[in-house]
């Protein structure tokens, strides 16, 4: 990747998945530690980005919520991937009937906005993040299975696929070792730009109530309560949002960079 934003993105990705994966060790202080004599303090050198209005760390608090925004997008995105590859490979290369039921069904879903249907779908569940996880891929898999479909259709007619076919391959060996191989560029930029999509979709869930528990570090709940005290402690609200501008804006520069990169001009 040669482009600036590209190795902004990595950067940017990389400094997030440490942060989750070493929260722990990094999180100066537990993220549900209170100390009510510290409610809504300002920066200082214990507390460097201030607190809340329960004296918890808000630094902690976001460190600790990258854990929830990444793990709940790696999750849906893997789901939806693997469901979709599986549809979107079968529609393609069966087509027929098989292929017109998937068009319809993908198409009945495309209908409701993802956010939309994300919130219809929410309201009646309890929060929780199991529930956001599969509410966000119910929807998910549609884009992956649109996207391997276009690519199986393009791709079955090759040389390689005919021979295979010629040759009696088993239609999983054949879906998988010739058909996959040659679409995994699509889908690993469609994955990126899939992440910024799932986080950012959780954080609003999470904003409106609909989303993870209150009492989990999410960045989309500490938003929401950072809301009620805008004008005495605008620093609630500021540093988790930031966090999420950061984290769509890294998966979208690498999204961006992987397409320019895996473009067949650039081969």
Not at 34 to 57: C, M, Q, T, V
Not at 119 to 146: D, H, Q, Y
């Amino acid at each position: 990747m040669k482009s600036l934003t590209s190795k902004i993105g990595i950067v940017i990705i990389a400094v997030l998945i440490i942060a989750a994966l070493f929260a722990p060790w990094i999180a100066p202080h537990s993220p549900g530690e209170y100390h009510l004599d510290k409610s809504f303090a300002g920066s200082s050198l214990e507390y460097p980005l201030g607190n809340d209005a329960d004296g918890r760390d808000i630094l902690s608090r976001i460190i600790y919520g990258t854990r929830v925004s990444l793990g709940i997008g790696l999750v849906v995105v893997s789901i939806s991937l693997v469901i979709g590859c599986i549809v979107g490979m079968a529609a393609g290369y069966s087509g027929g009937y098989l292929d017109k039921i998937f068009s319809f069904i993908s198409d009945v879903f495309l209908a409701f906005p993802g956010f939309l249907f994300a919130v219809a779908v929410a309201a009646f569940l309890e929060p929780s993040v199991i529930n956001v996880m599969i509410i966000l891929s119910i929807k998910g898999w549609v884009s992956f299975a649109r996207l391997v479909r276009g690519q199986t259709l393009a791709i079955k007619e090759r040389e390689f696929i005919v021979a295979g076919r010629a040759t009696g391959l088993k239609l999983p060996r054949l879906f998988f070792k010739h058909l996959f191989p040659n679409m995994v560029g699509p889908i690993v930029v469609n994955a990126s730009f899939g992440m910024a999509g799932v986080i950012m979709i959780e954080s609003s869930l999470s904003f409106l109530g609909l989303g993870v528990p209150v009492t989990t570090p999410s960045w989309g709940v500490m938003l929401d309560q950072g809301t009620k005290y805008l004008l005495i402690a605008p620093h609630l609200s500021i540093y988790p949002g930031i966090a999420i501008a950061l984290v769509v804006l890294g998966f979208n520069f690498l999204g961006d960079g992987l397409r320019d990169m895996l473009a067949p001009k650039n081969r």
